[in-house]
């Protein structure tokens, strides 16, 4: 079942560029469109892969596993601290 595709992206290329996308694009037997689509999304999944998984190395990960099997207690410094309000927001 083929799903209506109802978003335009327009992007501006070099010429080498262009020429290199459709020769790729041949090859893999792909419109230029559907290379670059199937291309940048496997791109994309790979940058959010990468923000949502951590690798440590053996000591890091034993450092971390300790922590959380031993958390630090929360004390009053600590939790004044936690009740400001912040001056920033995270990214994700």
Do not use: G, Y
Not at 72 to 90: G, I, P, Q, T
């Amino acid at each position: 079942m083929s799903t209506t595709k109802e978003q335009r992206l327009q992007i501006r290329v070099d010429p080498s560029d262009k020429a290199l996308l459709e020769r790729a694009a041949a090859a893999s037997h792909l419109n230029v469109s559907s290379f670059v689509v199937q291309a940048a999304a496997l791109k994309a999944e790979e940058v959010l892969a990468e923000r949502s998984s951590i690798r440590l190395s053996e000591e890091a990960a034993a450092v971390f596993s300790e922590a959380l099997e031993h958390p630090a207690e929360v004390n009053e410094r600590l939790a004044a601290a936690l009740r400001h309000e912040r001056k920033f927001s995270w990214l994700d």
